[in-house]
């Protein structure tokens, strides 16, 4: 069954809802009464649906927690589960709801009865992302069978509201499966394949290749990537929504991060498969503003590099020359982000001037000691754009937190032999690392660094996403380019 088979809309009878094998979902305010679609199930149980809603168990959940029943008397189902869930209810209840559905519909078909859901675009957009797993590379694949059919009183009105929804949610998957990819599966080469098949969303994909990032300048990015035997990329891709100068998204792209010569500790460097979840970003809002047919000009631009050490690994000590002709000592070979970024950056704004920048990156370890895994450390150099961004992430229910930019982080990154270099000391290290990279921004570009390590990859999972990759941002970006920047 195809990913997008396993969501599909349509309008049952009485009876086929009664012979229905698999779970049944219905609907139920606070106060416990019916959604009017749960009153003929409730009929079928002899009342044990309006009871179950009435009760102190009932009244105990939260909005989008259910209560089931298991094996219910007058019907055919397995399970029959009754959604706490207002009339009036807000997004993040409805996309809690879908969530919980998406939870319990594993490895089976749920029918979904939601006649009279103000919200249905959340609960399935909620169900969707829910129901994301990445098990590829199992053999043994347990959720091949899950399906969730939402019961509605015109199925093609119902998926044409959901359909933006849909798309971002295909954004948001395709960024994750980027992200959950094991290294020597998405290495350099396999990611520019990945990037180049957005051709068939309608984005226009440029990749520059070694030769090309030599002629134009891009030593820094192309020292990271110098001690592997992957080759190293930058990867442009375009949606030309509009006629207007363009947003630019850029994503640092380390497909897999040792440290370099300054090698990572063992324990957890597995982890580091996700240290690229900052193109994947990027490529998700891509893709969903295209699948969308967002009316914006975009351009998003990733480095694809590995940091591996080698005997043609960059040492510290050794002095690059950026593309903006800064000369950089690296002291750190862990510190590699900001290097590919710092070209990214100075490459966008020479070659597109666009409207503003938006950079994300799984940059530094500080950042996760600063904030944890509930929000993303934001930087800015312009409070409008920051103030549209955290506007944006407030709505969708995505966590940033803007973090102090100052020029007396300058000291940090003084070299006595180089225009500066790659690292300061331990103080401070995420608003020292996004002031290096503030130095590849002309004073005035509008400019918003994102450090997304805490947050690109959730070992426990979120209410939305399993455990593994999130997608976080791309619900963000692709809301404040439907705020900001899209022709009306």
């Known amino acids: 069954m195809s990913d997008s088979e396993r969501i599909r809309f349509t309008s049952p009878t009485k009876n086929e809802i009664l012979r229905h094998e698999g779970h049944i979902v219905l609907f139920a305010q606070s106060d416990g009464q019916l959604f009017p679609s749960a009153h003929p199930i409730d009929q079928a149980c002899n009342g044990s649906v309006s009871r179950a809603a009435s009760s102190e168990a009932f009244t105990k959940l939260k909005p989008g927690q259910s209560l089931s029943l298991e094996f219910p008397s007058g019907l055919a189902s397995k399970k029959l589960v009754i959604m706490k869930l207002d009339r009036t209810a807000q997004r993040f209840e409805a996309q809690r709801a879908g969530a919980s559905i998406a939870k319990q519909a594993s490895n ?8 009279g859901c103000r919200r249905l675009e959340d609960i399935v957009f909620g169900a969707k992302l829910r129901d994301y797993r990445f098990d590829r590379h199992k053999n043994d694949k347990k959720n091949e069978t899950t399906e969730m059919t939402f019961c509605v009183r015109d199925p093609e009105a119902a998926k044409k509201k959901c359909q933006p929804h849909l798309d971002i949610a295909a954004g948001i998957i395709f960024g994750r499966d980027l992200v959950n990819e094991p290294a020597n599966i998405l290495n350099t080469d396999s990611f520019v394949s990945r990037l180049e098949d957005l051709r068939d969303d309608g984005i226009e994909v440029k990749i520059l290749n070694e030769d090309e990032l030599k002629n134009i300048g891009m030593r820094a990015l192309l020292a990271v990537g110098q001690g592997s035997t992957n080759p190293s990329y930058v990867a442009i891709m375009e949606w030309k929504g509009a006629a207007s100068a363009p947003l630019v998204l850029a994503g640092k792209g380390v497909v897999f991060d040792t440290g370099g010569i300054s090698l990572k500790p063992a324990t957890k460097m597995e982890l580091m498969t996700m240290d690229m979840a900052g193109a994947a970003t990027v490529a998700g809002v891509m893709k969903a503003i295209a699948r969308r047919g967002a009316k914006a000009h975009v351009i998003g631009i990733v480095g694809l590099v590995e940091n591996m050490p080698g005997g043609q690994a960059q040492r510290p000590g050794d002095v690059i020359r950026s593309l903006k002709g800064d000369t950089i000592e690296v002291i750190n070979t ?14 966008a704004q020479s ?3 666009p409207l503003g920048i938006i950079d994300l990156a799984t940059l530094t370890g500080a950042i996760i000691v600063s904030l944890g895994s509930e929000f993303a450390g934001l930087f800015s150099n312009h409070n409008k754009f920051c103030a549209e961004f955290l506007a944006a992430a407030h709505g969708v229910g995505e966590k940033a937190w803007r973090m102090p930019l100052d020029p007396s982080f300058d000291k940090s990154l003084k070299s006595r032999i180089a225009d500066l270099k790659n690292v300061g000391g331990r103080e401070a290290g995420a608003s020292v690392a996004s002031h290096f990279l503030q130095r590849f921004v002309k004073p005035t570009m509008p400019w918003i660094h994102l450090d997304i390590a805490g947050v690109a990859l959730s070992q426990r999972g979120t209410e939305l996403s399993p455990s593994g990759a999130t997608g976080w941002g791309i619900q963000t970006i692709n809301q404040l380019i439907l705020n900001h920047y899209e022709e009306r």
């Open 351 to 353: 070659q597109y001037e």
């Open 334 to 347: 862990d510190a590699e982000g900001r290097l590919v970024l710092a070209d990214l950056l100075w490459y």
């Open 108 to 115: 089976t078909h749920s029918l979904i009865l939601c006649q």
